[in-house]
Nanobody, 126 residues
C-alpha cells in the first residue's frame, strides 16, 4: 500500500488561489508519474493534471489549462497543484494518484493510476 495524503483544500472566492499538496513516503516516489483528478457530486472523476517522474513533462485537462500548475519535489516526496483564477465550477474533491509503473493508456485516464489519496475538498464561492 502506498499512502498518499492530500492537503490544502478549503473555501475560496472566485478568482482566488489555492495550493494543494500530496505527500507520500518511500524511496520509489521519484520513479512514478503522478496525477491530480477531481470529482464533483453526481459527476465522473475528471482528469486535472499529471507530471512525469522527473517533472520535466506536464499535462493538463482542458478546463484547467492556463490556470493550474502541477509540480513535484522528489526530495520531499510531494506533488503540488497550484490553482489560480478559481471558478465555482472548480468545486470538487481533489485526489492525487500514482500512475502505474507499466503505462498502457493516456495520462488522463483514471485506470492508469493504481494508488489514490483520500481527497481534499475545494469549494469556490461565486
Amino acid at each position: 500500500q502506498v499512502p498518499l495524503v492530500e492537503s490544502g483544500g478549503g473555501l475560496v472566492q472566485a478568482g482566488g488561489s489555492l495550493r494543494l499538496s500530496c505527500a507520500t513516503s518511500g524511496r520509489t516516489f521519484r520513479s512514478y508519474a503522478m496525477g491530480w483528478f477531481r470529482q464533483a457530486p453526481g459527476t465522473e472523476r475528471e482528469f486535472v493534471a499529471a507530471i512525469s517522474w522527473g517533472g520535466s513533462t506536464t499535462y493538463y485537462g482542458d478546463s484547467v489549462k492556463g490556470r493550474f500548475i502541477i509540480s513535484r519535489d522528489n526530495a520531499k516526496n510531494t506533488v503540488s497543484l497550484q490553482m489560480n483564477s478559481l471558478k465555482p465550477e472548480d468545486t470538487a474533491v481533489y485526489y492525487c494518484a500514482r500512475r502505474r509503473a507499466v503505462v498502457a493508456g493516456q495520462e488522463s485516464q483514471a485506470e492508469e493510476y493504481d494508488y489514490w489519496g483520500q481527497g481534499t475538498q475545494v469549494t469556490v464561492s461565486s
